[in-house]
Protein backbone atom coordinates (compact mmCIF):
# COMPACT_ATOMS: atom_id res chain seq x y z
CA UNK A 1 0.00 0.00 0.00
CA UNK A 2 2.87 2.56 0.68
CA UNK A 3 4.30 1.69 -2.58
CA UNK A 4 1.24 2.77 -4.06
CA UNK A 5 0.81 5.93 -2.20
CA UNK A 6 4.54 6.66 -3.22
CA UNK A 7 3.72 6.16 -6.95
CA UNK A 8 0.53 8.01 -7.27
CA UNK A 9 2.48 11.14 -5.03
CA UNK A 10 5.32 10.85 -8.14
CA UNK A 11 2.93 11.34 -10.58
CA UNK A 12 0.84 14.00 -9.12
CA UNK A 13 4.16 15.95 -8.26
CA UNK A 14 5.20 15.22 -12.40
CA UNK A 15 1.44 16.75 -13.70
CA UNK A 16 2.40 19.50 -11.29
CA UNK A 17 5.97 20.00 -12.85
CA UNK A 18 4.82 19.93 -16.83
CA UNK A 19 1.49 21.96 -15.49
CA UNK A 20 3.37 24.62 -14.51
CA UNK A 21 6.35 24.04 -17.07
CA UNK A 22 3.90 24.66 -19.78
CA UNK A 23 1.86 27.41 -18.18
CA UNK A 24 5.35 29.70 -17.57
CA UNK A 25 6.28 28.76 -21.41
CA UNK A 26 2.89 30.58 -22.75
CA UNK A 27 3.61 33.46 -20.23
CA UNK A 28 6.94 34.05 -21.20
CA UNK A 29 6.55 33.58 -24.85
CA UNK A 30 3.75 36.28 -24.86
CA UNK A 31 5.45 38.37 -23.07
CA UNK A 32 7.98 41.00 -24.35
CA UNK A 33 11.28 41.99 -23.65
CA UNK A 34 11.58 45.42 -21.81
CA UNK A 35 11.89 48.95 -23.17
CA UNK A 36 15.16 49.39 -22.16
CA UNK A 37 16.17 45.61 -22.69
CA UNK A 38 20.12 45.33 -24.34
CA UNK A 39 20.75 42.24 -26.56
CA UNK A 40 24.05 40.32 -25.19
CA UNK A 41 24.46 39.91 -21.62
CA UNK A 42 26.56 37.54 -18.98
CA UNK A 43 25.58 36.35 -15.77
CA UNK A 44 28.17 35.06 -13.28
CA UNK A 45 28.95 34.22 -9.58
CA UNK A 46 32.41 35.80 -8.29
CA UNK A 47 34.27 35.56 -5.16
CA UNK A 48 37.57 37.85 -5.27
CA UNK A 49 38.31 38.19 -8.84
CA UNK A 50 39.97 41.76 -8.11
CA UNK A 51 43.41 40.71 -10.52
CA UNK A 52 41.36 39.70 -13.19
CA UNK A 53 38.07 41.05 -13.18
CA UNK A 54 38.25 44.52 -15.15
CA UNK A 55 40.23 42.54 -17.41
CA UNK A 56 37.13 40.22 -17.88
CA UNK A 57 34.67 43.05 -18.40
CA UNK A 58 36.78 45.13 -20.91
CA UNK A 59 37.65 42.59 -22.88
CA UNK A 60 33.68 41.30 -23.47
CA UNK A 61 32.99 44.90 -23.71
CA UNK A 62 35.26 44.85 -26.62
CA UNK A 63 34.09 41.85 -28.43
CA UNK A 64 29.87 42.64 -27.81
CA UNK A 65 28.63 42.48 -24.57
CA UNK A 66 26.14 45.12 -23.86
CA UNK A 67 25.70 43.80 -19.53
CA UNK A 68 27.28 42.05 -16.90
CA UNK A 69 24.75 40.83 -14.18
CA UNK A 70 27.23 39.70 -11.59
CA UNK A 71 26.57 38.17 -8.35
CA UNK A 72 29.25 38.46 -5.42
CA UNK A 73 29.70 35.83 -3.22
CA UNK A 74 30.96 37.10 -0.58
CA UNK A 75 34.75 38.85 -1.54
CA UNK A 76 36.74 40.53 1.10
CA UNK A 77 39.53 42.07 -1.69
CA UNK A 78 38.65 44.98 -3.85
CA UNK A 79 36.03 43.65 -6.60
CA UNK A 80 33.21 45.20 -5.52
CA UNK A 81 35.36 48.57 -5.64
CA UNK A 82 36.65 47.93 -9.03
CA UNK A 83 32.98 46.84 -10.12
CA UNK A 84 31.24 50.42 -9.06
CA UNK A 85 32.70 52.71 -11.74
CA UNK A 86 30.50 50.03 -14.04
CA UNK A 87 27.72 49.62 -11.79
CA UNK A 88 27.59 53.64 -12.36
CA UNK A 89 27.87 53.31 -16.16
CA UNK A 90 24.94 51.34 -16.13
CA UNK A 91 27.18 48.32 -17.40
CA UNK A 92 26.90 46.14 -14.86
CA UNK A 93 23.83 45.31 -12.50
CA UNK A 94 25.66 43.85 -9.00
CA UNK A 95 24.17 41.74 -6.13
CA UNK A 96 25.24 40.12 -3.32
CA UNK A 97 24.82 36.63 -2.56
CA UNK A 98 26.34 34.75 -0.20
CA UNK A 99 26.41 31.02 1.15
CA UNK A 100 27.94 27.57 -0.07
CA UNK A 101 27.26 26.11 -4.14
CA UNK A 102 25.16 28.75 -4.75
CA UNK A 103 25.69 29.22 -8.57
CA UNK A 104 23.03 27.06 -9.95
CA UNK A 105 20.36 29.36 -7.32
CA UNK A 106 22.23 32.46 -8.71
CA UNK A 107 21.51 31.19 -12.55
CA UNK A 108 17.67 30.99 -11.55
CA UNK A 109 18.04 33.81 -9.63
CA UNK A 110 18.91 35.73 -12.35
CA UNK A 111 16.75 33.79 -15.15
CA UNK A 112 13.86 34.91 -13.10
CA UNK A 113 15.14 38.73 -12.61
CA UNK A 114 16.55 39.31 -15.96
CA UNK A 115 14.84 36.80 -18.66
CA UNK A 116 13.07 40.51 -20.28
CA UNK A 117 16.25 42.47 -19.97
CA UNK A 118 18.28 40.70 -21.88
CA UNK A 119 17.26 39.03 -25.50
CA UNK A 120 20.20 36.48 -24.84
CA UNK A 121 21.91 35.55 -21.73
CA UNK A 122 25.48 33.60 -21.31
CA UNK A 123 26.60 31.67 -17.83
CA UNK A 124 30.04 32.00 -17.42
CA UNK A 125 32.86 32.27 -15.02
CA UNK A 126 35.18 35.36 -14.79
CA UNK A 127 38.03 32.71 -15.75
CA UNK A 128 35.59 31.80 -19.08
CA UNK A 129 36.26 34.26 -21.98
CA UNK A 130 33.61 34.03 -25.42
CA UNK A 131 35.91 33.85 -28.45
CA UNK A 132 35.31 34.43 -31.87
CA UNK A 133 37.64 32.13 -34.02
CA UNK A 134 37.12 34.74 -37.02
CA UNK A 135 39.13 37.58 -36.55
CA UNK A 136 36.84 39.34 -38.75
CA UNK A 137 34.09 38.87 -36.81
CA UNK A 138 33.35 39.91 -33.12
CA UNK A 139 32.06 37.38 -30.44
CA UNK A 140 28.09 39.46 -30.78
CA UNK A 141 28.37 39.01 -34.42
CA UNK A 142 28.92 35.37 -34.15
CA UNK A 143 26.45 34.76 -31.55
CA UNK A 144 23.51 37.07 -33.70
CA UNK A 145 24.18 35.11 -36.59
CA UNK A 146 24.08 31.20 -35.08
CA UNK A 147 20.97 32.01 -33.31
CA UNK A 148 19.49 33.41 -36.72
CA UNK A 149 20.77 30.26 -38.38
CA UNK A 150 19.30 27.97 -35.95
CA UNK A 151 16.00 29.31 -35.19
CA UNK A 152 14.24 26.65 -33.04
CA UNK A 153 17.48 26.60 -30.76
CA UNK A 154 17.06 27.48 -26.99
CA UNK A 155 20.38 28.01 -26.64
CA UNK A 156 24.50 27.74 -28.41
CA UNK A 157 26.48 24.92 -26.62
CA UNK A 158 30.05 26.50 -26.66
CA UNK A 159 33.10 24.32 -25.67
CA UNK A 160 35.80 25.27 -24.20
CA UNK A 161 39.26 25.16 -24.78
CA UNK A 162 41.55 24.44 -22.00
CA UNK A 163 44.35 27.17 -20.77
CA UNK A 164 47.10 26.09 -18.84
CA UNK A 165 49.97 27.82 -16.97
CA UNK A 166 52.45 28.51 -19.94
CA UNK A 167 54.99 27.42 -17.71
CA UNK A 168 54.19 30.21 -14.63
CA UNK A 169 54.79 28.90 -11.46
CA UNK A 170 54.63 32.32 -9.82
CA UNK A 171 51.97 35.08 -10.75
CA UNK A 172 53.31 37.02 -13.59
CA UNK A 173 52.85 40.83 -13.83
CA UNK A 174 49.85 41.85 -15.94
CA UNK A 175 46.96 40.04 -17.17
CA UNK A 176 45.78 36.75 -18.57
CA UNK A 177 45.55 37.49 -22.11
CA UNK A 178 48.91 38.53 -22.55
CA UNK A 179 50.78 35.72 -19.97
CA UNK A 180 48.64 32.73 -20.70
CA UNK A 181 49.09 31.52 -24.53
CA UNK A 182 49.46 28.03 -24.23
CA UNK A 183 46.31 25.60 -23.92
CA UNK A 184 45.93 22.16 -24.43
CA UNK A 185 45.91 20.10 -27.87
CA UNK A 186 41.89 20.35 -29.30
CA UNK A 187 40.96 16.73 -28.16
CA UNK A 188 42.71 17.79 -24.90
CA UNK A 189 41.52 17.03 -21.30
CA UNK A 190 38.52 19.40 -20.59
CA UNK A 191 37.67 20.25 -24.25
CA UNK A 192 34.25 17.86 -24.44
CA UNK A 193 32.85 20.50 -21.70
CA UNK A 194 30.31 23.20 -23.12
CA UNK A 195 28.70 26.45 -21.47
CA UNK A 196 25.88 28.06 -23.10
CA UNK A 197 24.57 30.91 -24.37
CA UNK A 198 20.69 31.13 -24.07
CA UNK A 199 17.65 32.84 -25.00
CA UNK A 200 16.28 33.06 -21.58
CA UNK A 201 12.72 33.26 -22.84
CA UNK A 202 12.68 29.63 -23.69
CA UNK A 203 14.60 28.47 -20.90
CA UNK A 204 12.27 26.88 -17.82
CA UNK A 205 15.73 26.68 -14.88
CA UNK A 206 19.13 25.93 -14.79
CA UNK A 207 19.63 22.76 -13.64
CA UNK A 208 23.81 22.36 -14.38
CA UNK A 209 26.11 24.93 -14.77
CA UNK A 210 26.83 23.92 -17.98
CA UNK A 211 23.31 23.96 -19.14
CA UNK A 212 19.88 24.64 -18.82
CA UNK A 213 16.43 22.89 -18.64
CA UNK A 214 14.32 24.35 -22.42
CA UNK A 215 10.29 24.58 -22.80
CA UNK A 216 9.31 22.04 -25.07
CA UNK A 217 10.51 22.43 -28.46
CA UNK A 218 13.74 24.03 -27.55
CA UNK A 219 17.16 23.07 -27.27
CA UNK A 220 20.98 23.42 -27.53
CA UNK A 221 23.01 23.16 -30.61
CA UNK A 222 26.68 23.55 -31.35
CA UNK A 223 27.98 25.72 -33.89
CA UNK A 224 27.26 23.38 -36.45
CA UNK A 225 23.60 22.50 -35.88
CA UNK A 226 23.94 19.57 -34.22
CA UNK A 227 21.92 19.12 -31.05
CA UNK A 228 23.50 18.65 -27.69
CA UNK A 229 22.36 17.42 -24.55
CA UNK A 230 23.89 17.86 -21.10
CA UNK A 231 27.48 19.30 -20.64
CA UNK A 232 30.20 17.27 -23.16
CA UNK A 233 29.65 17.62 -26.74
CA UNK A 234 33.34 15.91 -27.93
CA UNK A 235 33.72 17.75 -31.46
CA UNK A 236 37.78 18.13 -32.32
CA UNK A 237 37.58 21.30 -34.63
CA UNK A 238 35.57 25.24 -33.80
CA UNK A 239 36.06 27.55 -36.88
CA UNK A 240 33.00 29.74 -35.11
CA UNK A 241 32.61 30.16 -31.37
CA UNK A 242 34.60 28.83 -28.12
CA UNK A 243 35.34 29.75 -24.22
CA UNK A 244 38.97 30.29 -23.46
CA UNK A 245 39.01 29.27 -20.16
CA UNK A 246 41.93 30.13 -18.25
CA UNK A 247 41.61 27.56 -15.63
CA UNK A 248 44.83 26.78 -13.57
CA UNK A 249 46.78 30.18 -13.96
CA UNK A 250 49.99 29.81 -12.27
CA UNK A 251 50.41 26.92 -10.14
CA UNK A 252 50.80 29.74 -7.11
CA UNK A 253 47.57 31.40 -8.47
CA UNK A 254 45.73 27.76 -8.07
CA UNK A 255 46.85 26.90 -4.10
CA UNK A 256 45.40 30.36 -3.32
CA UNK A 257 42.29 30.27 -5.54
CA UNK A 258 41.49 26.41 -4.40
CA UNK A 259 41.24 27.45 -0.71
CA UNK A 260 37.86 29.11 -1.61
CA UNK A 261 36.11 26.17 -2.78
CA UNK A 262 33.95 25.88 -5.53
CA UNK A 263 30.22 27.93 -6.37
CA UNK A 264 29.20 24.19 -7.62
CA UNK A 265 29.10 22.54 -4.74
CA UNK A 266 26.27 22.40 -1.70
CA UNK A 267 29.31 21.49 0.53
CA UNK A 268 32.82 23.13 0.87
CA UNK A 269 35.17 21.85 -1.20
CA UNK A 270 38.72 22.23 -2.33
CA UNK A 271 40.31 21.76 -5.53
CA UNK A 272 42.78 18.89 -5.71
CA UNK A 273 46.48 19.31 -6.82
CA UNK A 274 46.09 16.85 -8.44
CA UNK A 275 43.85 18.56 -10.67
CA UNK A 276 46.56 21.44 -11.76
CA UNK A 277 48.49 18.62 -13.14
CA UNK A 278 46.07 17.01 -14.91
CA UNK A 279 45.01 19.80 -16.76
CA UNK A 280 48.79 22.14 -16.70
CA UNK A 281 48.67 20.77 -20.63
CA UNK A 282 50.41 23.25 -22.62
CA UNK A 283 50.66 21.95 -26.16
CA UNK A 284 49.51 24.48 -28.32
CA UNK A 285 51.12 28.34 -28.54
CA UNK A 286 47.93 30.14 -29.20
CA UNK A 287 47.97 34.17 -29.20
CA UNK A 288 44.86 34.66 -30.46
CA UNK A 289 43.86 37.17 -27.42
CA UNK A 290 46.66 39.36 -27.83
CA UNK A 291 45.19 41.90 -29.80
CA UNK A 292 42.76 42.25 -27.44
CA UNK A 293 45.26 42.36 -24.20
CA UNK A 294 46.79 45.38 -26.11
CA UNK A 295 43.40 47.65 -26.58
CA UNK A 296 42.54 46.95 -22.92
CA UNK A 297 45.51 48.70 -21.51
CA UNK A 298 44.40 51.82 -23.65
CA UNK A 299 40.61 51.76 -22.55
Known amino acids: MAGLWEN ?71 TCRILQKYVDRGIVVLRKHLGIGQQLNVYNDALRRYR ?73 RGNICVKTIVDPRRVYRVVHAHYPMYYKGFYSVDESGKRVEGWANPVKEI ?22 GRVDRKHFEIRMMEEFYAHDNNDIYDDGMLPFAEKIKNM
Request: aromatic share 12%; hydrophobic share 35%.
Open 116 to 188: FQSKYISFIDVDEFLYSCDPEKTVRQQILELFALYPNAGGLAVNWRMFASSGHISKPEGGVLENYLYRSKDDG
Open 239 to 260: RRLRINHYFTKSKEEWIIRRRL
Open 8 to 78: IGKKINTTRFKTGRLISSVMNHEKPLAKDAVTLSIVAIVKNEADYIEEWIRYHLLVGIDRFFIYDNGSTDE
